[in-house]
Structure formats: C-alpha cells, structure tokens
C-alpha cells in the first residue's frame, strides 16, 4: 500500500477490495493496471464503467490508497481525451 512517508495506514477492510481492487505489481497485467497502461486497451464504456466502480469506493473508504486517487485522474484524462477525439470526428 501507498502511504505518505512517516504515516502509518491501516489495511482497508476486505469489502472494499469488492467494490474497487488496489492494483499490486503482482503479474504483468497488474503492473500494467498500476501505472495506468491498461487504458490504452480499454473501450470508453469500459473506461466509464471502471470509473463508476471507483468513485463507488473513493465514496467509502475513509483512507484512500493514493494510487486510487492517482487512478481516478488517469481514467478521467483518458475519458476526456477520447470525448473530444469522438466529437472531432464527428464534426469533421
């Protein structure tokens, strides 16, 4: 788990790994989900629906993991990037 340096953080409940998993460079595909290349791959409901799951847990944990918060930027940029991508092409 991330933490600030000098802080302690306790281990969330299990639920909430349910509602929202912390990614853990555990296997190719997690390290990819942990520095936020798996977007490149993702359809934008997928994008949207994984940002859904994550605002849920975001809602309530009390301590977020940073990396989450480091998530939501990423899923928010990508979402971005891809809305305006759709709009210029449709206006062209």
């Given at each position: 788990m991330f933490a600030p340096y000098?802080?302690?953080r306790r281990r969330p409940p299990?639920?909430?790994d349910d509602?929202?998993?912390c990614a853990h460079p555990?296997?190719?595909e997690e390290w990819q989900r942990l520095s936020h290349?798996?977007?490149a791959g993702m359809s934008l409901p997928e994008l949207r629906r994984d940002?859904?799951?994550l605002r849920m847990r975001l809602h309530v944990d009390p301590t977020p993991d940073?990396?989450?918060l480091e998530r939501h930027a990423a899923l928010c940029t990508e979402i971005d990037q891809r809305t305006?991508?759709?709009r210029a092409s449709h206006a062209a």
């Open positions: 000098g802080t302690t299990r639920w909430l509602v929202y998993r555990w296997s190719w290349l798996d977007l940002l859904g799951a940073a990396w989450l305006q991508q759709a």
